[in-house]
């Protein structure tokens, strides 16, 4: 994997994020209320077109949570402090295959993605973009859910999110200067129910001071 890649798994809270949304109609409809709720719960507050990201990590009880690497991640606008989503983050390793397993904490339970890790893209180093995908492959452990207490409901959603070094070949098409200094260029597509609702642009860049 590029080395800038790594950073964003190893070191997330070194980085600054824009990430520019672009929602379908008629989706882009429905989220102008669905958005409002989302802010009183504090979960899940995507933007509505651009906006500047801080991340912040923080320690998790391994023994309750289940999982032992897990971490909690909490995004917020940086002009503001709103939270834009909370996540407890985990990995595993199934039949071969690695899997980032988050989880969205909601009230009663949580939605919870299991997504594959595939290599995308590749370097004249040799070194590889990723791809983290709901997309299951055979009878694998990609999916997302919705978990309350002991049950998990497969949810219609579907998550696709592509990384990359911005001079990676197959990297995402993004405008360089859209955030000068950008190490990683993602672009990120949601879907419910096979249908693509929103795709995010993301930038990636070190933090002056983390």
Not at 4 to 24: I, M
Not at 60 to 80: K, L, M, S
Not at 103 to 125: N, Q
Request: glycine fraction near 10%; charge should be positive; avoid cysteine.
């Amino acid at each position: 994997m590029h080395p800038a890649v790594v950073v964003f798994f190893e070191d997330t809270g070194s980085l600054e994020l824009l990430v520019r949304s672009r929602w379908r109609f008629p989706f882009s409809l429905g989220w102008r209320v669905g958005r409002a709720l989302m802010r009183w719960i504090g979960q899940f507050v995507l933007p509505r077109d651009a906006a500047r990201i801080l991340t912040r990590l923080h320690a998790i009880d391994v023994a309750r949570d289940g999982r032992p690497d897990a971490r909690a991640v909490v995004r917020t606008y940086a002009p503001t402090g709103e939270v834009m989503q909370a996540v407890a983050y985990a990995t595993f390793e199934h039949e071969g295959s690695r899997y980032m397993s988050a989880a969205f904490p909601l009230p009663g339970g949580s939605l919870t993605g299991i997504l594959r890790l595939d290599p995308e893209g590749v370097d004249a180093a040799g070194r590889t973009g990723v791809v983290l995908t709901s997309t299951r492959r055979g009878g694998d452990a990609a999916g997302v859910w919705f978990v309350l207490g002991p049950i998990a409901i497969p949810a219609p959603l579907g998550e696709r999110l592509a990384l990359a070094p911005p001079d990676m070949p197959g990297a995402p098409a993004l405008d360089r200067e859209a955030f000068p200094g950008a190490t990683i260029v993602g672009r990120h597509e949601q879907r419910l129910l096979g249908v693509r609702f929103v795709t995010h642009d993301y930038w990636f860049r070190p933090l002056a001071a983390s």
